[in-house]
Each structure stands twice: as structure tokens, then as C-alpha cells.
């Protein structure tokens, strides 16, 4: 996979906005995907789709992972069903992906589910929850404990399909420029923080800014935000906030394993033989894979590199920082689910997974950290 600098991802020129391929999407009436119907003939017909992202073009990782998927797809289905991807702001802006494709602007999207919290409360547990699971308990919850019916229940109002396909693993806490030696510290800050977590920011007295990925460097840098969180060492590295924050603060409370999303026009997807359709479902399952082995294995690497070549400070959250943050969180859920009934719905579901996961993971995973020691 290419490593691009943040100068490139950051200042392609957007839009060459030509309309590529048309969009069979449009009239007739399938029968829904969980009916695991769909012309079964292979016609040989070729589907061109348009796919828009929540990236900026070609953005390492997250928008190549974009791009592999629609090649991946182009590949197995040898040329059947061609998707041309679109960076944010190319073809609609980042944050309008979801409608784009609800409307049938384009037929797939790129994303994650949090960012559509504005329009579809509960799909925030299907991206990340502070203190909630990481991610191989979000894949077992997703694809083994009935999450996934849930996704597709919230997405299926909006006429979108999800697919998980990636995840950031643990994230990292954030990029400051002072110290947090206290809750009081966050009283007044002004954080880019997207989701529940961004909640529990405003609980404490701070101010929660969600921005696309192309604006934080900048909004940091002239002092729009005090601080942002992104991803992990390897994501944070190339954005380059080491340049313009003193501290990275451990561990990403609010993003414990955050799911990376596909979302597809339901006609559009109820409308392809069931080949290819099977063809979008392998494709995401490749990319949930390859995007969290890729990100395990580079992490270290760069920390290492943010240590040892730039000088980052890496702190850890006072542990009762920590502990407000996980109380307001808690806060932040109840209300949540309180006033937002399918949000109720689902956070029953994954409360419940997370609690028979964690009883196995005192005796398993955290076990065996412990035993492995230092
Ligand atoms: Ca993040």
C-alpha cells in the first residue's frame, strides 16, 4: 500500500465531477436482501456504480481501503460491476455520503456510522462507544450476536445496506496542547471529537467539533480546536499533528474499536444477480480484515517513530479523569437511549453482548495479557 504525505492527501484538487457510468439503480421493485433474493441469472450485464466516501481522495488507509474494495469487486466479478470512487467533496460533500446514497445519488458510500448520528441516533453503536467494545468483540457482536440485524433495521429506514468493513482497533486518545491533569483541564477545550465520546467532551464542560478528516490539520493549526483525537500512531503520523500538538494522550476511552462502514442504495443492491451481490458481501469481509491487520502491524512502528524521531510526549489519562469520563459516559448512553427508542433497542443488544464478552475476557484475552506481563 502506497504512504502518501499529508501535504498529498490533504491538497488533491477535488472533482473532476464528471458523472461517470449511469446508474441502473433507478424504477422497478426488488425483493429485500434478507429474502436472499435477486435476478439469479447471470446476464452478463454490466453494473457501473458510483461510490462516495467520507475521505479525502486516496486517504491512506481509510480511502485506499475504499479503493481496494471497489477493485477487489471489479476483480472477482471480472468486470461486472465496476464502482468508481469518489474522495469527500468530489462528487457531495464528506458528510453528506449517507444521504447521497439513501437518495440514490450514488449507489455505495464510505464511512463510518457515527457521523450520521444527526439523522440516525442509533447508529452510533454500530461505529464506536467510549468504554464499550474493541474490535473483535464488535466483528463477534456484529456478525455472530445480531448486531448486524440491528444495522440493517436502523439503515434499512434510510433504504441503505451496511457492511462493516474495517476497524481502527484502539484508538488513541488524542492530541493536546497542554496537559489534562484533571477534569477541570477539559473545562473550555475545544476538541474535534466525533460521536458518544464527543458527548462525554461537552458533559465535562469542554466543546465537541465534528470536522472531516481533510479540515482538522488546519482547524488545529490556527487554533479553531485546542485539540483533536483521529485514529492511532500510524493514521495520526501521516496527518502530521505531531507538528503542531506537545501531547498524545493514551488510550482511546471513547473509540475502543471503531467500525468502518459500506453502505449501499437497497435497490441498487437488491437489483444485482446474486453473484455479484455475494461478490460486495466477500469484499467487505476482506477489507473488515485486511484494514484492522494493517493497522496492527503499522502501529507500534510509527509510536516508535513519533518517540524516537519527533519527540512526541505520550501521556496516559490521570486515571480519574478517566473514571469521569467513563461515569458521563454512562450518563451520555442513558440519555441517549432514553429519548431515541431504536437507539434503546439497540444498545440493549450490544450492553448485553458486551457484559457476556467481558465475563469471557477476564478469563481469556485480559488473562492472558496479564500473564504475557511486560
Ligand atoms: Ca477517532
Not at 449511469?22 to 433474493?37: L, Y
Not at 429506514?157 to 489534562?180: C, H, R, T, Y
Request: with cysteine.
Amino acid at each position: 500500500m502506497k504512504t502518501c504525505s499529508r501535504r498529498d492527501f490533504l491538497t488533491q484538487t477535488a472533482l473532476p465531477a464528471a458523472v461517470v457510468g449511469g446508474s441502473i439503480a433507478a424504477g422497478g421493485c426488488a425483493p429485500r436482501p434478507s429474502q436472499g433474493n435477486g435476478p439469479a441469472v447471470h446476464t452478463g450485464k454490466t453494473y457501473r456504480w458510483k461510490m462516495v466516501t467520507t475521505w479525502p481522495p486516496h486517504f491512506p488507509v481509510m480511502g485506499e481501503g475504499a479503493d481496494n474494495l471497489a477493485k477487489w469487486i471489479k476483480d472477482m466479478s471480472a468486470g461486472r460491476l465496476e464502482i468508481q470512487v469518489y474522495g469527500g467533496g468530489e462528487l457531495v460533500p464528506a458528510l453528506q455520503a449517507f444521504e447521497a446514497v439513501s437518495q440514490g445519488t450514488a449507489e455505495m458510500g464510505h464511512g463510518a456510522s457515527y457521523y450520521w448520528a444527526g439523522k440516525a441516533p442509533a447508529a452510533q453503536f454500530f461505529a464506536a462507544v467510549p468504554f464499550g467494545m474493541n474490535a473483535q468483540q464488535m466483528n463477534a457482536w456484529l456478525y455472530a450476536g445480531g448486531g448486524m440485524q440491528l444495522w440493517q433495521e436502523v439503515y434499512a429506514a434510510f433504504d441503505l445496506v451496511p457492511f462493516p468493513i474495517g476497524n481502527s482497533g484502539v484508538q488513541m486518545g488524542g492530541w493536546f496542547n497542554k496537559e489534562i491533569r484533571s477534569i477541570n483541564d477539559i473545562k473550555g477545550l475545544k476538541m474535534r471529537i466525533p460521536g458518544l465520546g464527543g458527548k462525554v467532551i461537552a458533559q465535562a464542560g469542554g466543546s465537541a467539533v465534528l470536522s472531516a478528516g481533510g479540515e482538522i490539520y488546519t482547524n488545529l493549526e490556527r487554533g479553531v480546536i485546542d485539540a483533536t483525537e483521529w485514529v492511532g500512531p500510524y493514521h495520526d503520523f501521516l496527518m502530521g499533528f505531531h507538528k503542531i500538538a506537545k501531547y498524545y494522550y493514551y488510550p482511546g476511552w471513547h473509540e475502543p474499536g471503531t467500525v468502518l462502514e459500506m453502505f449501499v442504495n437497497k435497490r441498487a443492491f437488491e437489483q444485482l444477480p446474486l453473484d455479484l451481490q455475494e461478490i460486495v458481501r466477500a469484499a467487505a469481509y476482506r477489507s473488515n480484515l485486511s484494514l484492522l491487520s494493517e493497522l496492527e502491524s503499522k502501529n507500534y512502528q510509527y509510536l516508535n517513530t513519533l518517540i524516537d524521531e519527533h519527540g512526541v510526549k505520550v501521556v496516559a489519562f490521570p486515571k480519574d479523569v478517566l473514571d469521569t469520563f467513563r461515569k458521563y459516559a454512562k450518563d451520555v448512553i442513558s440519555d441517549l437511549t432514553a429519548s431515541d427508542a431504536l437507539s434503546k433497542k439497540v444498545y440493549q443488544s450490544f450492553d448485553r453482548f458486551r457484559k457476556q464478552v467481558d465475563g469471557w475476557a477476564e478469563i481469556s484475552e485480559k488473562a492472558y495479557y496479564r500473564s504475557v506481563g511486560e
